[in-house]
């Protein structure tokens, strides 16, 4: 398959929505800082490990930031994919769309 082609408008839109969400994403991280946290410890994979990191630190506020981003940039761009973070997808599995594919 050829790689796709987007126009400068294009990428312009992209970066704008993107910023956009990030922008909110910091006030939903500000609304956060004064409260009580719950801290969901991960279990390190392989990688985490090589790079010598004992465990994953997860919050309610990392799943609500990705959430919200990636939701917003759904709401905008229904036919592109998400690779996330904190959420690889429904059941683990990884979406590749055939168009923009989104990596955080």
Known sequence: MAGLQYSDEDIDNFVAVATNLV??????IKAAIANPK?????????RESREGNAVSVLTE????????????????FPKHAF??????GING???VGLFLNWTF
């Open 23 to 28: 922008k909110e994403a910091g006030d939903i």
């Open 93 to 95: 599995m990884i979406k």
């Open 38 to 46: 719950f801290v969901l410890m991960k279990e390190p994979d392989q």
């Open 61 to 76: 506020t990392d799943e609500a930031v990705e959430k919200h981003i990636v939701q917003g940039l759904l709401k905008a």
């Open 83 to 88: 690779i996330g973070e904190e959420d690889t």
